[in-house]
């Protein structure tokens, strides 16, 4: 589970028509071309009755996430999206900061278990994966809900709030904190740590100075695959939270469904695709940074 | 350095430990093991894989919980505090180098933990780094430096504590031939130096004679024999010890009158200090056979082996009762043996030891 470029290709082995066809094919097919698509609908007409486009180049879409245009018709720049971006940013970076604190010490425990225990626990870390996502956040729903299981037992009623919103993001994405963590935490060698102890390292130091910078790798991964799918979070901020404050993700939904302007929601895709290559363009520059 | 003899020995009181195998069979790691060391000593833990000498060493450093008996040091008993308390420090077989720290930052780490002032922790670096010869290599990090350097570099960080043990967990195991003995005589200058205790594991011989003041040999979690590598050489205890630390060949028979006779040999004129037994057990070093004239016969035996070394020849030999007699004899007499001749055996009788 360690996300590191390959540095040395051989062309042989890795290059087109070899045993990594499938590969190829897999990415050209269900990443690259939807993804161009999504790129040239962005720079294309709005379709007449709103669905689809009409294929004639147009920046109105950007033009349209950036400005408003007043009744007089004069353009201003336009801060809602922004807002909507802001928000979107400060909901996936608390859930990311939420999965590393409850996901580090989790992932290091497991990692410090006799080898059968790793298993069972791993194995349980990741059986949430085999209901589908909707059906667990829909029993999320009966729990929070007025009368749901949390309301019996005094919580108050959290559907429809952002604490639901950030209880249903945290649970679907702490497995994907704790498995990379875990993934480099194992490989940690104990004398290692024997050692930190030897030296007279009290438990929160060799936590501080020597755990934490080794599994750094695993960190840095578990953040990135958190940090951007919680970023384009779709599902739990609108069955959970109701959809009261409007998120990136909620609001390319919309464009595709009830504003029917593909090419408007096409933009804010391509817009957060951006953002998300620019985070993961720093964090690697940070691993590299760390590597040498 | 002086000063602090006596009130730094080590010592290790009735020390047992058992754990269970995969199995749920109970063996025992340590068996009422004993142990005094002075302070200054440099002892050698012998033995072979499993004999419990590595689950000492661990349970001085605090990573073996022992199921009883105590360890003092200087009169303190250290065994209930936890690892990061006992004044000893350990050199790990693996090194467990911090890999995201330099030589440097490794050494200083341990230092951090005390509460030393910044400059005193800088002078203390570089006086270690100095000691280890690797004042050059201060900043590389240890996937930069050779397994030799990163030894070094785990002696200086254990050493930089300024323990009052330092427990050596087989360090050598892992470098090649050459560069394990140039550490041997590293190992022994660092000791002369710094006149700590160092508690050395290992399961190698030969290794064991090069840097022990004393050797402990341990068998199935028992201490079988403790001396000077003289001692044990030439006075083992039993006929493990005999076995396991250089080659030797056992002979049982009676002694009477100063006479041996079993195994097909016959011995005259041995020592006084070889006692009268019906059922006598006899340690023979091969080097205190031979087949030159001169020393004490033994008696006819058969070659069934020749084997040339250089400097000596290694010779397997049979004596009429079938019994096999190791034998390692002057390099010059090897173009007159051959397998299967007749020739007579002799003995320096000054050089067999007897077992219980």
Redesign the interface.
Known sequence: MKLRPITQREPGIYGPGSVALPAYVTGILLVGLPLIVVIVFSFLQRGEFGSGVIHKFTLDAYRTVFFETDLMGNQSLNFSFLKIIFRSIMLAFTVTVICLIVGIPTAIWIALQKKSTQRILIALVTIPFWVNVLARTYAWMLLLADGGLFNQIGAPVLLYTSWATFIGLTYAFLPFMVLPIYASAEKL?K??L?????????GW?VLI??VI??IRFGIFAGIAIVFIPALGAYVQPSLLGGNKSMLIGSLINDQFGESRNWPVGSALAVLLLLMTALILLATRRRKLEFAS | MEQEQGWADLQINALSKSFRDPKGAQVHALDGVSLSIPAGEFIVLLGPSGCGKTTLLRSIAGFEKIDSGHINLGGNRIDLLPPHKRPVNTVFQSYALFPHMSVAQNIAFGLENEKIDKNEVKARVGQVLELVKLTELADRKPSQMSGGQQQRAALARALAKKPKVLLLDEPLAALDLKLRKSMQFELKRIHRATGTTFVFVTHDQNEAMALGDRIAVFNQGKLQQVGTPFEIYTAPASEFVANFIGESTLLQGKISGQIFEGDGLRITNLNQDINANASAKLIVRPEAFTLMQGQTSCGKVEIKEVIFAGDSLEALLVTQSGHEVKVKTGASLLSQLNVGQSVELFVDVNQIGQIA
């Open positions: 060698d004398s290692i024997e050692a930190a102890f030897d030296l007279g390292a009290s130091r100075r020597i910078p080794m």
